[in-house]
């Protein structure tokens, strides 16, 4: 079996609104994800999709040029089912671009799980659980709305929430106490400063005023790479400290490592470069004694289907996870949607990555444009 052909689509996918608005974050505000779909193409007939979801640097269009451009000459004419193999040829045609590099071997997962007939965790080892437990993100808004909002998601069955923070320390405080008080005490409660905060000393000061509310944990306070003010944080704070946008790679998972930045790690399956690169991280992770999640940029179900598929055979699984992109869309891009019920994900058990694109919304989206209407 031969690679025939790499194809790729952007489309623009109207998020669900928070609050009557766009769902704002200390990133910024967002009306529409805008990813590039990858399709696949072999001489056997099967075709493998794939997800390059992004909220950072590199968008849609940008995505599928370096998929177009340089990623599909290094794969065309391969073997689809030598994924390691592939998965170096891969990250040597292109420097950085891991969402669309990610995009891509997932289409190659896609493909050997169908050959196959299997599903992609079981290529990855098998199930060491049949579910994963998901959290829910709470984005900027008045303390009163984010508290109505958290309610709702735990009506939905959600058992953790996470409350974006780094929007002001009056008003994170205001956050984080207003849904503590709508979520009641058995509701596991986080925060996230998306990097938003400017030193230690503040995150430490801002930590200290919500530790009453009783946090799970606090995710990414600071900068990327300022891992040795990570590493200070972590000394002065009582939750653990978990690092999201400092982990990208597996060499960036250990350079936390070496400098005890974190207590946890955020894995994306987009961020890393795609499944392989994931998985390291979590073996990495695991031989330092340090658990791990799985995070959400957030994708539609391809990509969703993708963490899955990894969170069910990962041992080094710990937190609940934000798998659950799919849910923050208006909208559903698969035929059949994903099973998300009482607060837990499970993996699509049909070969492959077990989900099918509904052609009618993909191509609605694609007509959409940044703007979100088609």
């Known amino acids: 079996m031969r690679i025939t052909g790499v194809r790729t689509a952007v489309v623009w996918g109207p998020r669900r609104l928070a609050f009557g608005g766009s769902y704002r974050t200390a990133l910024g505000a967002s009306a529409v994800s805008e990813h590039a779909l990858v399709f696949v193409d072999t001489d056997a007939g099967l075709t493998g999709i794939g997800e390059a979801s992004s909220v950072f640097l590199r968008r849609g269009r940008l995505l599928a040029r370096d998929i177009d451009a340089a990623i599909a000459p ?5 073997d689809p089912t030598r994924i390691r193999h592939l998965a170096s040829r891969i990250d040597a045609s292109i420097d950085g671009a891991e969402e669309a590099k990610a995009a891509v071997e997932m289409a190659l997962w896609d493909i050997t799980g169908k050959h196959l007939g299997v599903p992609v965790y079981a290529l990855l ?3 060491v659980r049949d579910r994963v437990p998901l959290s829910y993100s709470v984005p900027f808004g008045e303390p009163d709305q984010m508290a109505g909002f958290a309610a709702e998601r735990v009506r939905a069955g959600h058992r953790t929430i996470k409350v974006k923070i780094g929007n002001g320390h009056a008003r994170d405080i205001a956050a ?7 979520i009641g005490p058995d509701v596991k409660l986080r925060v996230d400063a998306n990097m938003a905060l ?10 200290a005023a919500i530790e009453r509310y009783d946090i799970e944990l606090v995710e990414q306070p600071l900068a990327p790479r300022a891992l040795s003010a990570m590493a200070e944080v972590r000394r002065g704070i009582t939750p653990p400290l978990m690092a999201d946008e400092s982990i990208r790679t597996p060499a960036d998972a250990m350079d936390v490592i070496r400098h005890g930045a974190a207590d946890i790690a955020n894995v994306y399956v987009s961020e890393a470069g795609g499944l392989l690169a994931a998985s390291k ?10 658990p791990c999640m799985i995070g959400s940029m957030p994708e539609f179900g391809i990509g969703t289907a993708a963490q899955l598929h990894l969170g069910v055979a990962m041992t080094n699984l710990g937190p609940d996870c934000d798998t659950c992109g799919s849910l923050y869309h208006a909208e559903d891009l698969l035929v059949a949607p994903l099973r998300i019920e009482d607060g837990f994900a ?10 099918e694109i509904d052609m009618r919304v993909l191509e609605r989206w694609q007509r959409a444009g940044p703007g979100g209407e088609s």
Do not use: H, W
Not at 74 to 78: H, L, N, P, Q
Not at 346 to 355: A, F, I, R
């Open 176 to 182: 984080v106490a207003a849904v503590r008080a709508a």
């Open 281 to 290: 991280i979590f073996t990495l992770c695991e031989a330092a004694g340090m």
């Open 125 to 127: 080892g098998g199930k």
């Open 74 to 78: 290094a794969v065309v004419g391969e």
């Open 346 to 355: 499970y993996p699509p058990e049909g070969p492959g990555l077990g989900v």
């Open 198 to 207: 400017p030193t230690a000393k503040d995150a430490i000061r801002l930590v």
